[in-house]
Protein backbone atom coordinates (compact mmCIF):
# COMPACT_ATOMS: atom_id res chain seq x y z
CA UNK A 1 0.00 0.00 0.00
CA UNK A 2 0.79 3.53 -0.70
CA UNK A 3 0.81 4.90 2.97
CA UNK A 4 2.44 8.13 2.48
CA UNK A 5 -0.13 9.19 -0.49
CA UNK A 6 -3.14 7.37 1.39
CA UNK A 7 -2.05 9.93 4.32
CA UNK A 8 -1.79 12.94 2.09
CA UNK A 9 -4.79 12.64 0.18
CA UNK A 10 -6.91 12.25 3.43
CA UNK A 11 -5.32 15.17 4.71
CA UNK A 12 -5.98 17.39 1.70
CA UNK A 13 -9.78 15.95 2.16
CA UNK A 14 -9.62 13.99 -0.87
CA UNK A 15 -10.95 10.77 -2.06
CA UNK A 16 -9.58 7.78 -4.45
CA UNK A 17 -12.51 9.27 -6.78
CA UNK A 18 -10.50 12.86 -6.85
CA UNK A 19 -7.15 11.02 -7.85
CA UNK A 20 -8.40 9.04 -10.39
CA UNK A 21 -10.27 12.27 -11.92
CA UNK A 22 -6.74 14.10 -11.46
CA UNK A 23 -5.10 10.85 -13.40
CA UNK A 24 -8.38 10.14 -16.16
CA UNK A 25 -8.31 6.68 -14.97
CA UNK A 26 -11.08 4.34 -13.35
CA UNK A 27 -11.63 5.11 -9.66
CA UNK A 28 -10.69 1.43 -9.07
CA UNK A 29 -7.97 1.72 -11.29
CA UNK A 30 -6.53 4.41 -8.74
CA UNK A 31 -7.74 2.12 -6.30
CA UNK A 32 -5.41 -0.83 -7.12
CA UNK A 33 -2.47 1.41 -7.79
CA UNK A 34 -3.14 3.09 -4.27
CA UNK A 35 -3.66 -0.74 -2.74
CA UNK A 36 -0.36 -1.86 -4.51
CA UNK A 37 -1.98 -4.54 -6.86
CA UNK A 38 -0.78 -2.40 -9.51
CA UNK A 39 2.37 0.28 -10.07
CA UNK A 40 1.77 3.78 -10.77
CA UNK A 41 3.27 5.29 -14.32
CA UNK A 42 6.36 7.79 -13.41
CA UNK A 43 3.94 10.15 -15.03
CA UNK A 44 1.12 9.43 -12.61
CA UNK A 45 3.38 9.73 -9.84
CA UNK A 46 5.10 13.53 -11.33
CA UNK A 47 1.14 14.65 -11.46
CA UNK A 48 -0.01 13.72 -7.81
CA UNK A 49 3.59 15.18 -6.49
CA UNK A 50 2.81 18.57 -8.56
CA UNK A 51 -0.66 18.61 -6.84
CA UNK A 52 0.62 17.79 -3.64
CA UNK A 53 3.64 20.31 -3.91
CA UNK A 54 5.83 17.89 -2.85
CA UNK A 55 8.40 15.50 -4.21
CA UNK A 56 7.56 12.19 -5.18
CA UNK A 57 10.18 10.41 -2.49
CA UNK A 58 7.91 12.62 0.44
CA UNK A 59 4.53 10.52 -1.46
CA UNK A 60 5.67 7.18 -3.30
CA UNK A 61 7.05 4.25 -1.43
CA UNK A 62 9.67 1.79 -3.58
CA UNK A 63 8.10 -0.78 -5.74
CA UNK A 64 9.57 -3.75 -3.64
CA UNK A 65 8.32 -2.59 -0.30
CA UNK A 66 5.00 -2.25 -1.38
CA UNK A 67 5.04 -5.77 -2.90
CA UNK A 68 6.51 -7.01 -0.22
CA UNK A 69 4.35 -5.62 2.07
CA UNK A 70 1.14 -6.83 0.54
CA UNK A 71 2.64 -10.18 -0.21
CA UNK A 72 2.83 -10.37 3.62
CA UNK A 73 -0.85 -9.47 3.94
CA UNK A 74 -1.79 -12.25 1.86
CA UNK A 75 -0.18 -14.99 4.11
Known amino acids: MQWHLIRERKEHGETQKDLSKLLDISENAYRLKEKGDNQF ?3 EM ?4 DHY ?3 IRDIFLPNK ?5 HKRNEE
Open 53 to 55: NKS
Open 65 to 69: YTLRK
Open 41 to 43: KSE
Open 46 to 49: FLIA
